[in-house]
């Protein structure tokens, strides 16, 4: 009876039959995984989600947890119930009611519930086994006698005519329950062999899905820190364009202001001058000149004269604009402090990287801004110097990065050959291992003849991909010891990475020949 009802509790609800790879919804009900997949399905097409045996209904659709205690306990259940599956196998001299078969006899072809097969062993001492409706492979296909013996030289079973006429006569053969006993045996310690495997498998599946979980969580977090990142930016575009478009407000207001100010003073002169104008109009036409002469509101002046023009020589002009490098420079400051804060958040610093024209040698030609090395054959007159190249064309830049998170990109005319990376300042000026990425003391990337190569220590690994743009970002974190080259196309691509214990100052290091020239971006 417990028997019965702990198989009830071990159920699926769905197939009404064991679990079957059990899994388990967040409201904590079980199903087969088949089951519960093929429910979620069709729920898929109606637009929803629910448990199916508490209704419990979720937003999205759910994620199945393996349930490895219930599947274990399901496992030792069946192996101890082997009369719990579903034979259909019935005695057969219960005609009235159906009464389960608990054994079958195979001398005399007929199955036996407990009563039956009480009275059956009462009068007859027959070989019994499991129940079963197929008693031929119970028997021997030649000679048509129950199978007794095992030949494990054949790895056949056998009836007595076999081993005493047949051609296993003269073998070494076993009982059918000893050979089956050793057979488990060896199973057994088969088994024991395989557990520690599946254990292993086991364990690298869960850290596997927990990898992917911790993977799909970062995900979503970064998300949410890119959404925010750009929630930033366009709060903070917003304050720039609202400062910029007031700016040209207050230049306009101002502006405006003035010239209304002169219109109104000019518009009062007119009006002056008008009157001025009518009543000289008006003396004009007396004909008295006694009145005439003695008018004293009559004023004759020259052009420009201060005592009709108010003191302001007569003209009044305005050619004052619109200050268009302030309302620039408005723009440009606050976008600079956009990407500024944008670097700042997401932890990375943009080094203003200079070439250090000491160490370059003879052919290397610097630009004037130090952000350009060229391969040239006109060669500047250089003073000797204890840092400067001698065998290879490479230059290193003024500053080193010796700690923090550091982006910066550099472009290649794509003539030549050219190789960019980092370099500590203790590498070897002269001889054939001086070169960037020739020793333990330099990585690179190599960009010739179409292809991509990386280097260290000698070490050369050609990259699969094709180079297809002519600019590169470079990534450094010194504390994680790790150096990461990108190529900047559309969508970006990963190039290569490096790991390495930094112990030195890293310098940025430019290799130039056959032509090439490289330049760091602003």
């Given at each position: 009876?417990a028997s019965?009802?702990l198989r009830?509790?071990l159920?699926c609800?769905?197939?009404l039959?064991?679990y079957?790879?059990?899994v388990?919804?967040?409201?904590?009900?079980n199903?087969?995984?088949?089951?519960?997949?093929?429910?979620?399905?069709?729920?898929?097409?109606?637009?929803?989600?629910?448990c199916p045996?508490?209704?419990a209904?979720?937003?999205?659709?759910?994620?199945?947890?393996?349930?490895?205690?219930?599947?274990?306990?399901?496992e030792r259940?069946s192996s101890?119930?082997?009369?719990?599956k579903d034979?259909s196998?019935?005695?057969?001299?219960c005609?009235?009611?159906?009464?389960?078969a608990v054994k079958?006899?195979?001398?005399c072809?007929n199955?036996f519930?407990?009563?039956?097969?009480?009275?059956?062993?009462?009068?007859?001492?027959?070989i019994?086994?499991?129940p079963?409706?197929?008693f031929d492979?119970?028997?021997c296909?030649?000679?048509k006698?129950v199978l007794e013996y095992?030949c494990p030289q054949?790895?056949?079973?056998?009836?007595v005519s076999c081993c005493?006429?047949g051609e296993?006569?003269g073998h070494?053969?076993?009982?059918l329950?000893?050979?089956?006993?050793?057979?488990k045996k060896?199973?057994?310690k088969y088994?024991d062999?395989?557990?520690?495997?599946?254990i292993?498998i086991?364990?690298?599946?869960?850290?596997?899905?927990?990898?992917?979980k911790?993977?799909?969580e970062k995900a979503?977090n970064?998300r949410?820190n890119v959404?925010k990142?750009?929630m930033?930016?366009k709060?903070q575009?917003?304050?720039?364009?609202?400062?910029?478009l007031?700016?040209?407000?207050?230049?306009e207001?101002?502006?405006v202001s003035?010239i209304?100010h002169?219109i109104k003073k000019?518009?009062?002169?007119?009006?002056?001058?008008s009157?001025?104008?009518?009543?000289?109009?008006e003396?004009?036409r007396?004909t008295?000149p006694?009145?005439?002469l003695?008018?004293?509101?009559i004023t004759v002046c020259?052009?420009?004269?201060d005592?009709?023009?108010g003191?302001d020589?007569?003209e009044?002009?305005f050619?004052?604009?619109?200050?268009?490098v302030l309302?620039?420079?408005?723009s440009h400051?606050?976008?600079?402090?956009i990407v500024t804060n944008v670097?700042?958040e997401?932890?990375?610093?943009v080094?203003d990287?200079?070439?250090?024209?000491?160490?370059a040698?003879r052919?290397?030609?610097?630009?004037?801004?130090l952000k350009t090395?060229?391969?040239?054959?006109?060669?500047p007159v250089?003073?000797e110097?204890?840092?400067?190249f001698?065998t290879?064309a490479q230059v290193l830049?003024?500053?080193?990065?010796?700690s923090g998170?550091?982006?910066?990109?550099?472009e290649w005319?794509q003539?030549g050959q050219?190789?960019v990376?980092?370099?500590?300042?203790s590498?070897?000026?002269?001889g054939?291992?001086?070169?960037?990425?020739?020793n333990?003391?330099?990585?690179c990337?190599d960009m010739?003849?179409?292809e991509?190569n990386?280097?260290?220590?000698?070490?050369?690994?050609?990259?699969?991909?094709?180079p297809t743009?002519?600019?590169?970002g470079v990534?450094l974190?010194?504390?994680?010891?790790?150096l990461?080259f990108?190529?900047?196309?559309?969508?970006?691509r990963?190039l290569h990475t490096?790991?390495a214990?930094?112990?030195?100052?890293?310098?940025v290091v430019?290799s130039v020949e056959?032509?090439?020239?490289?330049t760091?971006r602003s």
């Amino acid at each position: 009876m417990a028997s019965a009802e702990l198989r009830d509790q071990l159920n699926c609800s769905i197939c009404l039959s064991l679990y079957t790879d059990p899994v388990s919804l967040r409201c904590g009900h079980n199903f087969c995984r088949s089951c519960i997949v093929s429910v979620l399905d069709a729920q898929e097409a109606a637009g929803g989600y629910s448990c199916p045996d508490c209704r419990a209904e979720y937003p999205e659709r759910p994620a199945l947890e393996k349930n490895r205690k219930l599947r274990n306990i399901v496992e030792r259940f069946s192996s101890t119930q082997p009369d719990m599956k579903d034979t259909s196998i019935f005695c057969a001299y219960c005609t009235k009611s159906p009464v389960p078969a608990v054994k079958s006899c195979l001398q005399c072809e007929n199955t036996f519930c407990n009563d039956h097969l009480t009275v059956h062993n009462k009068t007859l001492d027959h070989i019994l086994t499991e129940p079963t409706r197929s008693f031929d492979n119970k028997k021997c296909s030649l000679h048509k006698k129950v199978l007794e013996y095992y030949c494990p030289q054949d790895a056949a079973c056998l009836c007595v005519s076999c081993c005493l006429v047949g051609e296993h006569r003269g073998h070494q053969v076993e009982l059918l329950d000893e050979a089956s006993e050793k057979k488990k045996k060896d199973l057994r310690k088969y088994l024991d062999e395989l557990n520690p495997q599946k254990i292993d498998i086991w364990t690298r599946v869960q850290n596997l899905q927990d990898h992917m979980k911790n993977i799909q969580e970062k995900a979503s977090n970064k998300r949410m820190n890119v959404s925010k990142i750009f929630m930033d930016i366009k709060k903070q575009v917003e304050m720039a364009e609202k400062k910029a478009l007031s700016e040209v407000s207050r230049q306009e207001e101002k502006i405006v202001s003035q010239i209304s100010h002169l219109i109104k003073k000019l518009e009062i002169q007119e009006d002056e001058l008008s009157r001025k104008m009518r009543h000289m109009e008006e003396m004009c036409r007396v004909t008295d000149p006694i009145r005439l002469l003695q008018e004293s509101d009559i004023t004759v002046c020259s052009h420009g004269g201060d005592e009709d023009t108010g003191g302001d020589g007569g003209e009044v002009s305005f050619e004052e604009d619109l200050d268009e490098v302030l309302i620039s420079l408005t723009s440009h400051r606050s976008m600079r402090d956009i990407v500024t804060n944008v670097t700042s958040e997401l932890g990375v610093h943009v080094p203003d990287i200079l070439l250090d024209v000491d160490t370059a040698p003879r052919r290397v030609k610097i630009s004037e801004d130090l952000k350009t090395a060229t391969d040239s054959y006109n060669k500047p007159v250089r003073l000797e110097s204890p840092g400067r190249f001698v065998t290879s064309a490479q230059v290193l830049s003024r500053c080193g990065l010796f700690s923090g998170r550091h982006y910066w990109e550099v472009e290649w005319n794509q003539i030549g050959q050219c190789s960019v990376g980092l370099s500590y300042p203790s590498i070897e000026k002269k001889g054939e291992h001086s070169g960037i990425g020739y020793n333990d003391k330099s990585w690179c990337l190599d960009m010739y003849n179409e292809e991509y190569n990386v280097w260290h220590n000698s070490d050369v690994l050609t990259l699969s991909v094709k180079p297809t743009s002519p600019t590169l970002g470079v990534f450094l974190d010194y504390e994680a010891g790790r150096l990461s080259f990108y190529e900047l196309c559309d969508p970006i691509r990963h190039l290569h990475t490096f790991t390495a214990s930094f112990t030195e100052p890293l310098h940025v290091v430019f290799s130039v020949e056959v032509g090439a020239s490289v330049t760091i971006r602003s």
